[in-house]
């Protein structure tokens, strides 16, 4: 369902794609969708993919309607398995992901002089509600290797999603899994910038599922993209955990 006129973007700007997914949402949708309404930059995509939601939800997306490039509401496969059918329906210049609930700061104006090179993968900052801070800052290679960056904070280069995609393995650490392919990857380059993007609620879908399937693999996935050392420094912290979680390595 597209409902936006393109012919009132700024010409010569790019167009952001921001992409929410969501699932019997209707306590916290629509804080979401007024952030991204608000904005003072203009040339926003906005495409929500909802998985067959039975309270609310829907409701709500109707009336932001006018607002949204694209909906659809029908079950999938899960979180990544929706973000998956986002990115095939994407015609922005640059991808952002939000969840129900988080607030989009009014700072893309800001953040979209930052968008020179669209063989950059560029990330920012979020504040979390749940540990009452700002979470991200510059990532190491080593910190990487450990610690997913918040979606909310960066912005992919479209034609990231042409040739990847998130992997249905991993329930709840596949955009942790992709960013390391991607920081292997020899076309992208990461680059930080010390802007606050979002408010993030914490407690999402990764906070209370464990995804041992990518904790298993991960060791074996730094390996393969990443430097040597940041993989002997994972591997190390990988005997640790694993002296801790015996029970998962039977």
Request: proline share 2%.
């Amino acid at each position: 369902m597209a409902n936006i006129n393109k012919q009132d973007f700024l010409p010569d700007m790019p167009v952001i794609s921001i992409i929410s997914v969501v699932y019997n949402a209707e306590e916290f949708l629509e804080q979401t969708l007024l952030s991204i309404v608000k904005q003072t930059y203009r040339n926003i995509e906005l495409i929500i993919i909802d998985g067959g939601s039975t309270d609310g939800t829907l409701d709500i997306i109707k009336r932001y309607e006018k607002h949204i490039s694209y909906w659809v509401s029908e079950p999938d496969k899960g979180i990544y398995d929706a973000m998956n059918k986002a990115t095939e329906v994407v015609t922005g210049d640059w991808v952002n992901f939000v969840g129900a609930g988080d607030i989009l700061l009014n700072v893309l104006h800001k953040v979209v002089e930052r968008l020179k090179d669209n063989n950059k993968i560029y990330y920012g900052d979020v504040y979390r509600n749940d540990i009452l801070k700002v979470f991200n800052g510059r990532f190491t290679g080593f910190r990487f290797s450990r610690v997913a960056i918040c979606h909310q904070a960066i912005l992919y280069p479209a034609k990231v999603y042409k040739k990847y995609k998130y992997d249905l393995l991993y329930r709840s650490n596949s955009d942790h899994h992709l960013n390391i392919l991607l920081y292997g990857d020899k076309d992208y380059k990461w680059e930080y910038f010390p802007i606050v993007i979002c408010v993030y609620e914490g407690g999402g879908y990764s906070a209370i599922n464990k995804d041992f399937h990518f904790i298993k693999n991960r060791i074996k996935i730094v390996k393969e993209n990443m430097p040597f050392i940041v993989y002997l420094y994972a591997y190390a912290r990988n005997l640790v955990f694993k002296l801790r979680n015996k029970q998962y390595y039977k």
